[in-house]
């Protein structure tokens, strides 16, 4: 087990999950880059997401992820997250047919319902990913895909940085952070019954440096990674 607060060199104050997204809500798609999540979808050669059926969007937040798979033909889209003022933009924005207010662990939702289930930027909010897998595996139908884009751990690692946001006041706030191995994501996976059937991993590149000039120091540094799972041979 890696914990973060051995690499923690910010010192924020960090509160829960629930409480720090209620307040980085109304900042959170100014501050979130695409090139983190949405420019390793793009290079996805898995799944053909204008086939996908229905999906279901694990830590769907403000919606953004919703907005991706429309985009690219997904049509039938359910979210599902812990946070009320993150469902309530998503809400707003209409990317999703049904919204849940529960945890990616244990969604309620039907078994088997699903043949796309996607997960965007939450697994270092998770302390444990195995009842994470598990989950997405009991709502897969055989033969279902399921996208998880993680926190890449030598980012969090390398910059001593846990996810955080600037509050009203100013003060720069963290929201509970773990750090996950890659290998403990393939671990978890593979004890879930998941095949790994493509990964790949973005790098601070210029793009990355187009909108974080600071970050020259990390240029090609992973910062984060793309697994995409299949639920059967
Ligand atoms: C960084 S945001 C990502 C949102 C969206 N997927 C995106 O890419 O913009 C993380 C989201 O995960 C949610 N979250 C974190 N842990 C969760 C859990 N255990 N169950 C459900 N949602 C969770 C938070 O409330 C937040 O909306």
Redesign the pocket.
Known sequence: MVWFADFDTRGYRMVD?RTG?GQWVSTYEET?EDVM?LALLDRLTEPSWETARRAVDL????G??AAWLRRHGVTAIDG????PE?LAVARSKGGHDRLFE????ATGLDGGAYDLVIA???DE??ADLTPFYAEAWRLAEPGALCVIVAFHPHFIMASGMP?HFTSASGEPIAITTHVHLLSDHVMAGVTSGWRLVEMREGVIDDRWLAVKPKWERYRNHPISAVLVWRKGA
């Open positions: 999950v997204y979130v999540d830590g769907c937040g403000t953004r992820t599902v997250d812990l946070t993150m529960a945890d990616v662990t965007s930027l939450i909010h998770l996810t």
